[in-house]
T-cell receptor, first 114, second 112 residues
Framework: DTAVSQTPKYLVTQMGNDKSIKCEQNLGHDTMYWYKQDSKKFLKIMFSYNNKELIINETVPNRFSPKSPDKAHLNLHINSLELGDSAVYFC?????????????FGPGTRLTVT | DQQVKQNSPSLSVQEGRISILNCDYTNSMFDYFLWYKKYPAEGPTFLISISSIKDKNEDGRFTVFLNKSAKHLSLHIVPSQPGDSAVYFCAASEEGAQKLVFGQGTRLTINP
């Protein structure tokens, strides 16, 4: 019974395309996050939503637009994909906006832009 | 500017011995620290944490030590088991900051 799930697991696409990654959590958590793991392996936060409201937006190009239809879902849409967007994207969730501790991560989506 | 650094990209340890993974941070406002474990093709999973008001936290084979004056924490695994082979990430947060800052990870290999 998957706690945090992401689709797709792998995504290969060409420069200039628009793509979306979906995330769902069944833990009843209030807060969800998107992280990017780049080629240097650092996990860096991109966005955080609490009860469908954006609470963190970390210097991410506006080609990236998160959308939270409800507190169990946080999707990531990327416009005009660039080579530098190639990375692994992780979705995560936690209970409580003021407590980012003990986040639960999805399996990741490996995005390759050619 | 990386506020959390794990300077050893990899570590190899004999099964049954102690594994010590290190992490340094620069932000003195960090007040909570966590270790995550990651297997290939999976997301990171929470392992153990420590608040800045403590200097040690233990959970079974895993112990985290915090040295605030040195801005350094370490994870001890004893005894090390083959299933401990994974990438270990150190992470930190400031009170109310609502986000975790991660290091780049250390790949631990336990040799039988």
């Amino acid at each position: 019974d998957t706690a945090v799930s992401q689709t797709p697991k792998y995504l290969v696409t060409q420069m200039g395309n628009d793509k979306s990654i979906k995330c769902e959590q069944n833990l009843g958590h209030d807060t969800m996050y998107w992280y990017k793991q780049d080629s240097k392996k650092f996990l860096k936060i991109m966005f955080s939503y609490n009860n469908k409201e954006l609470i963190i937006n970390e210097t991410v190009p506006n080609r990236f637009s998160p959308k939270s239809p409800d507190k169990a879902h946080l999707n990531l849409h990327i416009n005009s994909l660039e080579l530098g967007d190639s990375a692994v994207y992780f979705c995560a969730s936690s209970q409580g906006a003021g407590q980012p501790h003990e986040q639960y991560f999805g399996p990741g989506t490996r995005l390759t832009v050619t | 500017d990386q506020q959390v650094k794990q300077n050893s990209p990899s570590l190899s340890v004999q099964e049954g011995r102690i594994s010590i993974l290190n992490c340094d941070y620069t932000n003195s406002m960090f007040d909570y620290f966590l270790w995550y474990k990651k297997y290939p093709a999976e997301g990171p999973t929470f392992l153990i944490s420590i608040s800045s008001i403590k200097d040690k936290n233990e959970d079974g084979r895993f112990t985290v030590f915090l040295n605030k004056s040195a801005k350094h924490l370490s994870l001890h695994i004893v005894p090390s088991q083959p299933g401990d082979s994974a990438v270990y990430f150190c992470a930190a947060s400031e009170e109310g900051a609502q986000k975790l800052v991660f290091g780049q990870g250390t790949r631990l290999t336990i040799n039988p």
